[in-house]
């Protein structure tokens, strides 16, 4: 347990950077990789316990709960957190009426070497899940433009981002999908 961060109260751990490339990569060779619904699903899990973090998180700073949180303080205290506890900078913005972007720079998950943000993608359904109180879709979508450490992703129910990826798959733009939704 973290005796620096004092609203820390489940044990936590920190590793490096590269756990997340070390977690992706082929094992032994001829072995096949892990699957990304695997990793995905482990992200899930964490991200409703990282919840319950967020939460003596913002106790810790005398703010409201989760689900009593001003509309225009979520993004900046959502921001101060992920910066905190070391995963990099967030950035929440709308893009349509049912679907949220929420833009990574500096993530931890992300880097040259990887493809994607698999993790964070189950990460953010797990968290953003417990707020809405109900199943969150979480689709990880091109960021422009491509940088280094910069992953995107789209927020939204099931249905709404399942509309969004099938208009992907027939080559309509995410933006557009995500207006007509």
């Given at each position: 347990?973290?005796?620096?961060?004092?609203?820390?109260?489940?044990?936590?751990?920190?590793?490096?950077?590269?756990?997340?490339d070390g977690?992706?990569?082929?094992?032994?060779?001829?072995?096949?990789?892990?699957?990304?619904?695997?990793?995905?699903?482990?992200?899930?899990?964490?991200?409703?316990?990282?919840?319950?973090?967020?939460?003596?998180?913002?106790?810790?700073?005398?703010?409201?709960?989760p689900d009593?949180?001003?509309?225009?303080?979520?993004?900046?205290?959502?921001?101060?957190?992920?910066?905190?506890?070391?995963?990099?900078?967030?950035?929440?913005?709308?893009?349509?009426?049912?679907?949220?972007?929420?833009?990574?720079?500096?993530?931890?998950?992300?880097?040259?070497?990887?493809?994607?943000?698999?993790?964070?993608?189950?990460?953010?359904?797990?968290?953003?899940?417990?707020?809405?109180?109900?199943?969150?879709?979480?689709?990880?979508?091109?960021?422009?433009?491509?940088?280094?450490?910069?992953?995107?992703?789209?927020?939204?129910?099931?249905?709404?981002?399942?509309?969004?990826?099938?208009?992907?798959?027939?080559?309509?733009?995410?933006?557009?999908?995500?207006?007509?939704?």
């Open positions: 347990m973290s005796t620096s961060l004092p609203f820390l109260t489940t044990r936590t751990v920190t590793v490096p950077v590269e756990f997340f977690l992706r990569r082929v094992t032994p060779r001829g072995s096949p990789a892990v699957p990304v619904d695997v990793v995905r699903d482990a992200g899930y899990a964490a991200g409703q316990a990282l919840f319950d973090h967020f939460s003596a998180w913002l106790a810790d700073r005398s703010e409201h709960g009593d949180l001003d509309d225009e303080r979520f993004p900046l205290l959502l921001r101060e957190y992920f910066s905190e506890i070391g995963w990099g900078h967030v950035h929440l913005t709308s893009l349509s009426e049912a679907v949220m972007v929420l833009d990574t720079s500096d993530w931890g998950e992300a880097s040259d070497s990887t493809r994607g943000c698999p993790i964070s993608t189950g990460l953010f359904a797990g968290f953003f899940g417990r707020f809405a109180d109900a199943p969150l879709s979480v689709l990880e979508v091109p960021a422009e433009p491509a940088v280094s450490g910069q992953c995107r992703f789209l927020l939204g129910s099931v249905d709404v981002l399942h509309y969004v990826w099938e208009a992907m798959e027939r080559g309509i733009p995410y933006e557009r999908a995500a207006a007509s939704a």
